[in-house]
């Protein structure tokens, strides 16, 4: 195993771990707080909260410190999951290799599931946090809330939403990319940099690079949706064209869809390279977020 799996594989038993004592399926409401651990404990890679924990590790702070936030942000990642399977948006019964939320739980269990995991990821984030002053703890929770909301994933996904089936242009593919997945993805990198004490200067940076981070994410993603299998990905393939998704692949190529991916990373990698960031862990995680097959 590489030092890269290594360090994911860590990165995930940690998180994997903190999350699995979250919600003990107890009280007349087992069945939800079962619905919601259904999903959260399903085979994930648990990139995102990797990205927490890499990020605040560049600046010398303790994973153990960072768990909470990491999996906060795992939750939020969870219930848009949840979401997007329902039968009134993506409607999709796979996910994560396992059958969706809603076609074990039924619809309105799997909708109160995905309410229930927004809503203790802010609870969890509010909690006390060693060695975080108020101060930054609160920009973690705006920067989540901002990044996760309607100026965030959710508009994003409300454009998705209005314009599949229809022609649109490339303008709302980098639009509905940039919201709907690059916005959650840049929130881990700014959360995890706020667990230090640094200047404007390197959190503009981080937010940059977050940004960057996450369209080329999305952007293999499309890429992926055209050319891997349905075993590959854990969820159904090809249905981004047999539902008329806008996807950079629809407008311009597999292959130029991922030049673009490397000429965006590269634009993230040279925001840290003008602050002086320098991070194994983030440039690790940045090379399996390009090259991956699934």
Same mark, same amino acid.
């Given at each position: 195993?590489? @030092?890269?799996?290594? +360090?994911?594989?860590a990165c995930k038993e940690e998180v /994997?771990? +903190?999350?699995?004592?979250?919600?003990?399926?107890?009280?007349?409401?087992?069945?939800?707080?079962? &619905?919601?651990?259904?999903?959260?404990?399903?085979?994930? *890679?648990?990139?995102?909260?990797?990205?927490?924990? &890499?990020?605040?590790?560049?600046?010398?702070? &303790?994973?153990?410190?960072? $768990?909470?936030?990491?999996? @906060?942000? !795992?939750?939020?990642?969870?219930?848009? %999951?949840?979401?997007? =399977?329902?039968?009134?948006?993506? =409607?999709?019964?796979?996910?994560?290799?396992?059958?969706? /939320?809603?076609?074990?739980?039924?619809?309105?269990?799997?909708?109160?599931?995905?309410?229930?995991?927004?809503?203790?990821?802010?609870? %969890?984030?509010?909690?006390?946090?060693?060695?975080?002053?108020?101060?930054?703890?609160?920009?973690?929770?705006?920067?989540?809330?901002?990044?996760?909301?309607?100026?965030?994933?959710?508009?994003?996904?409300?454009?998705?939403?209005?314009?599949?089936?229809?022609?649109?242009? $490339?303008? =709302?593919? !980098?639009?509905?990319? $940039?919201? *709907?997945?690059?916005?959650?993805?840049? @929130?881990?990198?700014?959360?995890?940099?706020?667990?230090? =004490?640094?200047?404007?200067?390197?959190?503009?940076?981080?937010s940059r690079y977050g940004e960057?981070?996450?369209?080329?994410?999305?952007?293999?993603?499309?890429?992926?949706?055209?050319?891997?299998?349905?075993?590959? %990905?854990? *969820?159904? &393939?090809?249905?981004?064209?047999?539902?008329?998704?806008?996807? +950079?692949?629809?407008?311009?190529?597999?292959?130029?869809?991922?030049?673009?991916?490397?000429?965006?990373?590269?634009?993230?990698?040279?925001?840290?390279?003008?602050?002086?960031?320098?991070?194994?862990?983030?440039?690790?995680?940045?090379?399996?977020?390009?090259?991956?097959?699934?």
């Open positions: 195993m590489d @030092a890269l799996q290594t +360090y994911l594989e /994997n771990a +903190y999350l699995s004592r979250l919600f003990e399926p107890t009280g007349l409401h087992a069945r939800l707080k079962e &619905a919601m651990t259904y999903s959260l404990m399903a085979a994930g *890679k648990r990139l995102r909260p990797a990205l927490v924990i &890499a990020t605040a590790e560049t600046f010398g702070v &303790a994973r153990r410190l960072v $768990l909470p936030a990491a999996a @906060a942000v !795992e939750l939020i990642h969870c219930y848009s %999951l949840i979401h997007d =399977d329902l039968p009134c948006m993506d =409607d999709d019964d796979l996910r994560r290799g396992q059958p969706t /939320n809603h076609v074990v739980f039924g619809e309105a269990m799997a909708l109160l599931a995905g309410d229930a995991l927004l809503t203790e990821a802010f609870h %969890l984030l509010a909690r006390p946090l060693a060695g975080v002053p108020a101060e930054r703890q609160l920009a973690m929770i705006r920067a989540l809330a901002s990044r996760a909301g309607v100026d965030g994933m959710v508009g994003g996904q409300a454009v998705d939403i209005e314009r599949t089936g229809g022609q649109g242009t $490339l303008q =709302d593919v !980098e639009f509905i990319h $940039l919201h *709907k997945t690059a916005r959650l993805i840049q @929130a881990c990198v700014e959360i995890g940099g706020y667990f230090a =004490d640094l200047d404007d200067e390197v959190r503009a940076a981080l960057c981070l996450g369209l080329a994410f999305q952007m293999i993603d499309d890429v992926l949706d055209v050319t891997a299998s349905t075993e590959q %990905l854990g *969820k159904t &393939a090809g249905k981004d064209v047999e539902e008329g998704k806008l996807t +950079y692949p629809r407008f311009v190529g597999v292959e130029r869809t991922r030049q673009m991916a490397r000429e965006v990373i590269r634009h993230g990698e040279q925001a840290l390279a003008d602050v002086g960031v320098k991070s194994e862990p983030l440039a690790s995680l940045q090379s399996l977020i390009v090259d991956r097959d699934r």
